[in-house]
């Protein structure tokens, strides 16, 4: 069986599984209630990757590419568009968006081709009479982190950008600063101003040192759970019964090990 022949088996799948005598469950499901379920599995992904599991990762990219098919099937039973219309879709922007592989554009570093990439992006949305900015394209459900780091990435392709990293670093000293004065005032309403500064400032610094902000706090959430949940499987009472030096001292040892 080929790779066509598998695409189109999944395709008829769930074509059955939306038909006449398909599944009730299948049937009963739109673009907003598949939402949800669809970013759950992308979550899966990242989690397969991590975890650096081929199998997850096998498994969890399936789940996505059906849920995806799914939304271009609810599409075209609305006459909105097809299959056939996504596939064209994507592979005329790689080839527009590649000039310098299927054109005779030369670059020279992939700098200059992130720049290409986003001048033609925002020439192709002037064509469609859009409103245009550099920050477009960024999703607005994004993590707040990701979307920080994605927003500085796309000014920065413009030349709005910081020289050096010292300077971004002195930027967070200056915006904890900032911050520490509010909570002495106890301004409620400046404290969250300046917290919301100081984290686009460190992911701005997390850009910097080619760091993925999300991916860093990721770990740290996943290191200190694994630490918490040590403490919890080391004491011989429940931690609302400890007291705080004995659940330290078991960190401690968590760290050790």
Known sequence: MTT????????GILKRLRGENGCPWDKEQTHTTL?????????????????????KLKEELGDLLMHILFQAELAGEEGEFTLDDVLDGISDKLVRRHPHVFGNVKVSSTDEILANWAKIKMLERAGKGDEISALDGVPRNLPALLRAQRIQQKASRVGFDWQKKEDVFDK??????ELEQAIR???????EEELGDLLFAITNL????????????????????????YIEGNLDKSPADATLEEMDELWNKSKEE
């Open 4 to 11: 066509e022949d598998r695409f189109m088996r999944l395709v």
């Open 35 to 55: 939402r949800p379920l669809m970013l759950e599995e992308l979550y899966e992904i990242f989690e397969a990757i991590d975890e650096n599991s081929f199998d």
């Open 172 to 177: 967070v000293k200056e915006e904890l600063q």
């Open 185 to 191: 005032t106890e301004d409620k309403e400046g404290m």
């Open 206 to 229: 997390a850009r910097f040192l080619d760091i993925s902000a999300e991916m860093a706090l990721l770990k740290s959430v996943k290191k200190f759970e694994e630490r918490f949940r």
